[in-house]
């Protein structure tokens, strides 16, 4: 097959999917539903080595650190701690502050004694520490959450395996904790333990959909926001990432469902204001991203099979 044939298949089986993905939102979508368990994703924030819960504000500021980054563990550590228990910080991971109130004894300036000494008062001072996620930490797998959860059994796809490792030489793909996540910062994807799904299938879509989003990176597809507006612009990234992963599934003989994503694709949709044009203009994003994944997907086969 010509690289010209190959690349008109290619926006054929697109068009395809983008029509089907059309029809069905025009019949209307059940909610989404996550594809995988993401039980121990939750819960009081806590110290991995001491068992000590965190609190007050501590805790809504940890809770939101653990939702913008994807962090999958209610366990942090200071990066010693990290250290003192064998766990290395990985490279390029941000810490997040949290703060504690420290009292100390001071002369007080306007109380004495019956021999006119000072008297001592108690001053709270408030004082900062940084903690990293146990999701962040390297080597510390024995302190992880021991969760009372199903454990399926789980058959590498060859399919999946081989864009997987496509990905792999190009950004770090970490498989650990309980969220699917890109970072840009690191150029890192982050998927939850295969474990966790119930059909393998559904581990590479949520894998495909996660290296749509990698692909906006500038040494790809260098895809720029949709719209100056962050809300905007996360639901159109969103809407590419989901069909992108669609096409790249159907390329590599790994079709899914519609039912299975036009639900998900509808809620973004209609944070867009319900204008279903805008499905075509990221459908056009998402068939660049699409065709970036299988080209690398053919160089690695080449090479090895060379």
């Known amino acids: 097959m010509t690289k010209q044939r190959y690349n008109k298949t290619r926006k054929d089986v697109c068009q395809e999917i983008t ?65 003192e228990a064998g766990g290395q910080v990985r490279k390029g991971e941000k810490s997040t502050v949290a703060i504690f109130y420290k009292t100390i004894e001071v002369d007080s300036r306007e109380q ?12 709270p001072m408030l004082k900062s520490f940084r903690l990293f996620n146990l999701d962040q930490i390297d080597g510390l797998e024995h302190l992880k959450e021991g969760v009372n959860r199903p454990r399926y059994e789980f058959s590498p796809i060859q399919a999946g395996e081989q864009l997987l490792a496509a990905a792999r030489e190009h950004l770090t793909v970490h498989e650990s904790g309980a969220q699917a996540f890109y970072r840009p910062s690191t150029d890192e ?28 990176h500038k040494t790809r597809c260098d895809r720029k926001p949709y719209s100056e507006n962050h809300k905007t612009a996360y639901a159109f990234e969103e809407l590419v990432a989901e069909i992108g992963s ?33 499905i075509f203009k990221a459908a056009a994003q998402a068939q660049q991203a699409a065709d ?13 099979a060379a």
Do not use: C
């Not at 004694?113 to 001053?123: L, Q, R, S």
């Not at 333990?193 to 692909?215: G, I, L, N, S």
């Not at 694709?265 to 944070?271: F, G, K, P, R, T």
């Open 189 to 216: 994807i982050t998927m939850p333990e295969r474990d966790r799904f119930p059909e393998e299938e559904k581990f590479y879509a949520v894998f495909a959909h996660e290296f749509t989003h990698a692909t906006k």
């Open 112 to 123: 004495v004694d019956e021999n006119g000494n000072p008297v001592k008062e108690n001053i």
């Open 246 to 278: 669609l096409f790249a599934a159907a390329h590599i003989g790994m079709p899914q469902p519609v039912a299975n994503h036009d639900s998900y694709i509808a809620s973004w949709l209609e944070a867009l204001k319900n204008d279903k044009r805008l």
């Open 292 to 304: 970036w994944m299988l080209d690398a997907l053919d160089k690695h086969l080449k090479n090895t």
């Open 19 to 83: 029509n089907n993905l059309i029809a069905s939102l025009e019949k209307g979508v059940l909610p989404w539903r996550m594809d995988w368990d993401a039980s121990g994703a939750a819960g009081i924030p806590s110290n991995a080595v001491t068992g000590n819960n965190y609190n007050g504000m501590n805790v809504l500021n940890l809770w939101v650190s653990a939702a913008e980054n994807g962090f999958g563990s209610s366990k942090w550590l200071t990066y010693k701690q990290a250290q």
